[in-house]
C-alpha cells in the first residue's frame, strides 16, 4: 500500500485554491489517498478558513447531483425506518422564558458501512457504543443539527414517506431561526416554535 506523507507543492496549492469552498470532502473527494484528519491538519496550519454556507451548498450541489436516484432512494427509505427526527429544547440564560428548540436527526444502526457512507455525504458527528459484555456488536449513532438538519430534510423531502410529515415540520421549525433576534424574541414567533415542536412531537407519538 502507497502511503503519502510530505505534501506536494500541486497539493498545497490545490488546498489553498478549494478549500474555503469545497472543504474536507471535497478536498477527500480530490484526493482520496488524504485521510481527513490529514487535510484538517494541513488546512489548519496554512490558516485556511472554510466558508460554511459555500461549503454545503456549492460543494453539496455538485456532489449530491452526482447520486443516482436509487440511492437517493435508499437513503431515504433507510432515513425512514432507521432515522429519528426530533428537537432539544435549550433555556437560554438571558431568558429562560424562551427555549431554544434545537433541531435534530440522528441514524443508529449496527451497520457500519451504511452509517459512515451518510457522513461521508452529509458529514456531521458520529458517536460509538459497544456493549461492555460483548455480546452484541457495536451500535454507531450519526447526527445532525439545526441548519445542516434542515438541508438534509430539504434534499431528502421529494423520498420521504414515513417521516415526511415530520420532515415539512421540522423544516418549518428550523425556519424560524434563520432571522436573528437581538435578546428578545417576538411573541408571535416563540408561539410558532412551540407549536411546530408540540406538533412534531404528536407525530411522533409522544408529548414533550
Avoid at 88 to 95: A, C, D, E, G
Avoid at 163 to 182: C, F, G, M
Amino acid at each position: 500500500m502507497v502511503t503519502h506523507t510530505i505534501w506536494t507543492e500541486a497539493e498545497i496549492e490545490l488546498l489553498k485554491r478549494e478549500y474555503p469552498t469545497i472543504g474536507r470532502l471535497g478536498i477527500y473527494e480530490l484526493l482520496p489517498y488524504r485521510s481527513h484528519k490529514s487535510i484538517d491538519s494541513k488546512a489548519n496550519r496554512l490558516e485556511l478558513i472554510q466558508n460554511y454556507e459555500n461549503r454545503f451548498s456549492r460543494f453539496g450541489s455538485v456532489f449530491l447531483a452526482n447520486l443516482t436516484e436509487p440511492v437517493k432512494a435508499y437513503i431515504a427509505g433507510f432515513f425512514d425506518g432507521e432515522g429519528t427526527i426530533g428537537t432539544r429544547i435549550r433555556k437560554r440564560l438571558y431568558n429562560t422564558a424562551n427555549p431554544n428548540h434545537q433541531l435534530f436527526v440522528s441514524c443508529t444502526n449496527t451497520n457500519e458501512p451504511v452509517v459512515h457512507y451518510l457522513h461521508s455525504i452529509f458529514e456531521g458527528n458520529l458517536f460509538y457504543k459497544t456493549d461492555t459484555r460483548g455480546k452484541r456488536r457495536p451500535i454507531l449513532r450519526w447526527t445532525l443539527q439545526s441548519a445542516k438538519a434542515m438541508q438534509f430534510l430539504s434534499y431528502l423531502l421529494p423520498y420521504l414517506i414515513v417521516k415526511r410529515d415530520e420532515a415539512i415540520i421540522a423544516i418549518k421549525l428550523q425556519k424560524t431561526y434563520e432571522h436573528k433576534h437581538q435578546y428578545i424574541v417576538p411573541p408571535e414567533i416563540i408561539e410558532q416554535r412551540n407549536f411546530y415542536a408540540s406538533e412534531l412531537s404528536r407525530l411522533k407519538g409522544r408529548l414533550l
